[in-house]
């Protein structure tokens, strides 16, 4: 019989799924395990990454079920966001009816894959019995003052019509979405507190000892943690003062200039008391800096733009009066938006002041050497050193610069110490229609009035009609904008902001545990058996974003009491897994090198297409697609079903009855006996300490080769082929669970294989009877031999020596001395 994998696949899926194979329920008495993956968009099919994905996730569920852990294995859908707007617009249809076909579509897609998940745990974001705890926990921050709402400059995004959140801005200033740049605009918007947490969101770093140490340096970095002083500079023959923060506060006589951000409110202040054609030079230079992408503006190197507003600020120790210059590569989202020019000391200062001719003054000089010549200066020196040009302060290293300076600047009242963070608050409004409603009403007379929880969830009304051109669709609603107000009883009307669909994914891995709760989001017990997740699984991409926000609700979640107060991070292991490349490139349509995993599955099979997926490349490392490696996966696994399924009348035959080591007497049982043990060994390592697949892959094809060149005569022979059999059958059915219940089946194997346990490689089977050893004279390989296993240096060396053909290499030569590793070399130095 051939390997019909066409018959076979749909066989076994419908097995499992008739048996509840894959159901789980909390358990004391056994140790559970959260295998979880990051959700898909439901865009409609899946592609070759999250198929990489989901068989690593796939293949860890199972191997820790048959080794006696209680699986937690869900499945949803990240399902609201622009792309099913646009898709609507496109075909015509409404998000609601284009989410759910591709939805109903991935699901069939994830099944014929082999895909071990508990599908009573599904969860769809866009429902409303998933979205009203979205609201719900807005709520809550909103009540403890997480949420809250201010006028602001934002990121805009032209194209989609809609506000980013910073981390939302990526590569040259794009829209994360369609790379189009991202634009500033003041709005009135909805933010979370996430800086609240800023702190411990950084210190708790250092206890994710199950993350890439690449993810922890990127949260590290965005988090941006840094120590300095915040003062107060006053601007000459004026009532207006600038808030400033620096690091550096050791370098604070070395000011030649003060810049503000195009966007700092300051700048319309300055503007009006300037004579009108100064005020309309500064307001159109303002207007065109706040248009370019921040990382133009703040790119090392990059062609500085500024402008002098004719104002002055007075520099707080000494005085001395600089000019005020609006420029470019100052950002109002971070720090206070208004710097101490230092140019002797930073370089984008060096830069700017070197284009725009304004004065340079050393304060930091290396120590042992001269003062800096201003004149003479290449670039910025922002290294420590030795002050200098400062006052009584000249002489002190700059550790202790910083820690004396800043003390003046409290007691004088000029400033104060603290410490400020990269990160900023997390911007939640999006001015679309496919998103969770905020929960908030606009009252004339009590102005925002939070909707009470029994009035949740707030539905978005399904008759909306998406404009043609974009934009939000709820701003044609009026039936459902105009409300009551909670509080008062007259006339409201409803945010048409929804919210960042990060909201979403931040929490979805609670729902999962108690998917049909209606009291509260999920289930205490629940969260308090399951959480944290042991394994996370999906790109890196994700790392400054998802991540973040995840880490963040979960430590808000805890803060209101829903899980225990220690129970602070949402993941203990994150697996980053590596991109699908082809020739050379990512996959992409744009580059015509995809391929299609329904395409591949229909030729080859879900087996095939997982088997090369984890046997290709490392979890970690990005995978080169083969079409040759997939062919040569599909010819393994003819391979495997011909050596079990010709054979399956021997195999049934030779019973289940295992022959210990002692009890096999010939070179080749016992050959085959520890080939077996050693690959169940070294696969059970390479799986689950570690996880590299591919090597594990390796290891069972080795044994497949073994077995089929072994010669089986007589009943022993046969008792141990079918214990080969088994053992490859186990190990090999996480990655390739499919073909390997059909086989399990055709040899006579109990029940579900899915549901049996983990073979264990028996220790006497480990044992070797001989090793090879090698010798070696002067370093260099004379010959190899045979010896027992397990002789100490002593014994080994003895033995070797005692060889004619070792006697023989070094007759007439002086032994100066033997260098010894047990089992593996003897090296003898001669002269």
């Known amino acids: 019989m051939a390997y019909d994998f066409r018959a076979i696949e749909p066989k076994w899926q419908k097995k499992w799924e008739e048996a509840g194979s894959f159901h789980v329920e909390t358990d004391d008495g056994r140790p559970k395990y959260y295998c979880l993956e990051m959700f898909p968009y439901p865009s409609g099919a899946l592609h070759m990454g999250h198929l990489r994905n989901y068989s690593i996730g796939d293949l860890t569920a199972r191997f820790l079920r048959m080794n006696g852990y209680n699986v937690m294995y869900p499945m949803g859908f990240d399902s609201f966001g622009m792309p099913a707007e646009n898709a609507a617009i496109k075909m015509k249809t409404h998000p609601a009816v284009w989410t759910t076909k591709n939805i109903g579509h991935m699901i069939d897609q994830l ?164 004579g009108e054609a100064k005020r309309e030079e500064i307001l159109d230079f303002a207007a065109r800096m706040s248009q370019r992408s921040a990382i133009e503006r703040t790119a090392a190197g990059g062609d500085k733009m500024g402008m002098d507003t004719g104002f002055e600020a007075i520099n707080p120790v000494n005085g001395a009066h600089v000019p005020v210059w609006i420029a470019d590569y100052i950002l109002m989202d971070y720090g206070t938006g208004a710097i101490m020019g230092v140019p002797a000391h930073d370089q984008r200062d060096f830069d700017f002041v070197r284009k725009f001719g304004l004065g340079v003054i050393p304060v930091v000089r290396r120590e042992g050497e001269p003062i800096p010549d201003p004149d003479r200066m290449t670039e910025a020196a922002e290294s420590d050193g030795v002050s200098c040009n400062s006052g009584e302060f000249d002489g002190l290293r700059t550790p202790v610069a910083i820690e004396r300076i800043g003390k003046r600047f409290e007691e004088k009242g000029w400033g104060k110490r603290e410490t400020q963070y990269r990160l900023r608050d997390w911007l939640i409004s999006r001015q679309r229609y496919w998103g969770t409603p905020i929960p908030v009403v606009y009252c004339d007379k009590c102005g925002i009035v939070p909707l009470s929880e029994k009035d949740l969830p707030v539905e978005l009304p399904l008759d909306a009609k998406i404009p043609e051109n974009g934009g939000n669709a709820l701003l044609g609603c009026p039936d459902w904008i105009n409300t009551t107000c ?60 998802h991540l973040i926000y995840a880490r963040f609700f979960t430590k808000m979640i805890s803060d209101l009491g829903l899980i225990p107060h220690d129970m602070r991070e949402p993941f203990t292991g994150l697996l980053t897994q590596g991109m699908v490349i082809k020739d050379g490139a990512k996959m992409s349509k744009s580059l015509g090198n995809v391929v299609d995993p329904d395409e591949i599955i229909k030729k080859y099979g879900a087996d095939t297409a997982r088997l090369f997926i984890l046997f290709a490349s490392p979890p970690d490392r990005s995978l080169d697609w083969s079409d040759k490696g997939v062919e040569g996966a599909n010819r393994f696994l003819n391979r495997v079903f011909r050596l079990a399924y010709d054979r399956s009348g021997q195999l049934r035959d030779a019973g289940k009855k295992r022959i210990p080591m002692g009890g096999l007497a010939s070179d080749s049982q016992r050959g085959l006996k520890r080939l077996i043990h050693s690959t169940i060994d070294r696969v059970t390592r390479d799986i689950r300490d570690e996880r590299q697949l591919n090597t594990a892959v390796a290891r069972l094809m080795e044994l497949c080769n073994g077995l089929v060149t072994y010669n089986a005569q007589d009943a022993t022979d046969w008792a141990l082929f079918r214990e080969g059999v088994e053992s490859l059958l186990l190990c090999l059915s996480p990655f390739c669970p499919h073909v390997c219940e059909e086989l399990w089946e055709t040899i006579g194997g ?47 060396v003895s033995r070797v020596m005692e060889r004619e053909a070792t006697k023989a290499r070094v007759e007439g030569k002086e032994i100066i001395k033997v260098i010894a590793v047990p089992d593996k070399l003897v090296n003898i130095v001669v002269k």
């Open 111 to 274: 099944k014929s894959m082999g895909c071990s998940y508990d599908w009573r745990r599904i969860v769809k974001t866009f429902q409303p019995d998933y979205y009203r705890w979205n609201q719900w926990f807005f709520l809550q921050m909103l009540e403890r003052g997480l949420a809250y709402r201010k006028h602001a400059p934002v990121n805009w995004c032209e194209t989609c019509g809609t506000v980013l959140a910073n981390e939302q801005v990526i590569g040259d200033g794009v829209c994360w979405r369609c790379g189009v740049p991202v634009v500033k605009r003041g709005l009135d918007q909805w933010f979370l507190r996430i800086t609240d947490y800023a702190d411990e969101l950084l210190e708790y770093l250092d206890k994710l000892t199950g993350w890439p140490e690449r993810v922890l340096t990127m949260q590290r970095n965005w988090i941006g943690r840094s120590e300095g002083v915040r003062f107060n500079i006053e601007i000459a023959d004026t009532d207006i003062s600038l808030e400033a923060f620096t690091t550096r506060i050791d370098t604070i006589f070395g000011i030649t200039f003060v810049a503000i951000a195009a966007e700092h409110p300051i700048v319309n202040v300055l503007a009006s008391r300037s």
């Open 486 to 545: 909670p509080k008062c009883g007259g006339p409201a009307k409803r945010e048409t902001d929804t919210m960042d669909t990060f909201i979403c994914s931040s929490w979805y891995f609670f729902r999962y545990l108690s998917p049909g709760s209606d009291g509260a989001p999920f289930r205490r017990e629940d969260a308090e058996y399951w959480m944290p997740a042991d394994l996370y699984i999906g790109g890196i991409e994700h790392a400054c974003l």
């Open 750 to 796: 109990d029940g579900i294989l899915a549901s049996a346990s983990w073979p264990k490689a028996e220790g006497d089977a480990l044992k070797v009877d001989r090793v090879s050893v090698v010798l070696q004279i002067n370093g260099k390989l004379r010959e190899q031999f045979e010896m027992p296993p397990g002789l100490d240096k002593d014994e080994l």
